[in-house]
């Protein structure tokens, strides 16, 4: 299932990427509730403060190989407002594409580190968090948003929803 967390200090630019996002991956089905980002500061400079953060999830599902090509598509739907100049932040949109499965949820990076595998086309995949014991449970590496209990309690939710819904496939063929 493919969740991507959006964040920026502007209203107007979480509408723009939430519809572009439709259009390119279908409906989003749920979104997490919206939280201020203030985990860290390493986004002010380009971004502003006061940054407000929510995770969509997907209901068309994607094959587990495209988390490559979907975060280069998100890092070109990011330089596409920011070429638009209609806001003062240099960069006044972040999308972070990633992939839940059964038994975690993978982020998507161009930035290499020593628990990151790369997956082809500049990017890498981190394992973010692991379903342990009925939870997502973090690593040492864990950013600390994905570390909070709302975070994790949506990809819970989420989970639930993408087990089903494979149940529902495998019991009725992969039409239904």
């Known amino acids: 299932m493919l969740i ?96 839940l499965t059964l038994g975690k949820f993978q982020l998507a990076t161009t930035k290499d580190q020593a628990h990151r595998v790369y997956v082809g086309e500049g990017i890498y995949a981190e394992n973010t968090l692991r379903f342990q014991d009925g939870a997502f449970e973090p690593w040492p590496w864990t950013y600390a948003d994905y570390r909070l209990p709302q975070v994790r309690d949506f990809l819970v939710h989420m989970r639930a929803r993408y087990q089903e819904r494979l149940s529902r496939s495998r019991a009725h063929g992969p039409d239904e």
């Open 4 to 99: 991507v967390a959006a964040f920026s200090r502007q209203a107007e630019a979480l509408g723009w990427a939430y519809e572009r996002l439709e259009e390119a991956y279908g409906p989003i089905v749920a979104g997490s509730e919206i939280y201020p980002f203030t985990q860290t500061g390493y986004y002010e400079a380009a971004m502003g403060r006061d940054l407000q953060k929510q995770l969509w999830a997907f209901d068309r599902l994607v094959p587990l190989d495209s988390i490559a090509a979907i975060k280069n598509q998100t890092n070109a739907l990011e330089a596409e407002l920011a070429d638009q100049n209609s806001f003062p932040e240099v960069r006044p949109l972040n999308l972070d594409p990633g992939l």
